[in-house]
């Protein structure tokens, strides 16, 4: 028994929003060329403003050198800025790798102007990568070749806390990240 389904009629919205869509995971910026192809080959860049992988950069410390790195924020989504109409829905649904719009049932829900400034300022986050407990090694200055388990992070100035022996006593020493590497258990 075949489901009679009705096509979905959108009309254009008064302005652009900002929509989520779902896409097979890794393939977020295969579609985001693919659909800026699209709006070009169709010229439909008054109706579809803006596609958007949004990105983090990302500072680590790797045994002991600080890496910069690119990482996405919301793996397997990305975000339109566009009028909804029939044309744009379809563009949109009909691109390779996309699995469908997020919202109930696959309808489209277009994100709030805080939830899009909250995003935004979630790209200017800076991750690092030590956390308490973890085991490290002093890789430089005077306790270089310490092992020891980290006691506090500091991620605003850089510094980790760990215990250390001096004169046959435990004491705790601050450390600047650079001065330390991941120690395998």
Sequence with gaps: ????????????????????????????????????????????????????????????????????????????????????????????????????FVGPESKPVPLTEEEIQN???????VVISYTEGELIEVIEGPYKGTVARVESVDTDLETLTIPVEIFSGETMAELPFKFVKRKED
Excluded: C
């Excluded at 990305?78 to 563009?91: G, H, K, S």
């Excluded at 995003?119 to 986050?125: H, L």
């Design 1 to 100: 028994m075949a489901l009679d389904k009705k096509e979905e009629k959108w009309e254009r919205t008064e302005k652009p929003s900002w929509y989520v869509v779902h896409t097979y995971s890794g393939y977020e910026n295969k579609v985001k060329v693919d659909l800026e192809k699209t709006i070009e080959n169709r010229k439909l860049q008054d109706q579809m403003l803006s596609v958007l992988v949004p990105m983090q950069e990302v500072e680590e410390y790797r045994d002991g050198v600080r890496k910069t790195s690119q990482k996405k924020l919301f793996p397997g989504y990305v975000l339109i800025q566009m009028y909804m109409t029939d044309d744009t829905w379809y563009v949109v649904r009909n691109t390779r790798g996309v699995t469908g």
């Design 119 to 125: 995003m935004i300022a979630d790209t200017q986050k």
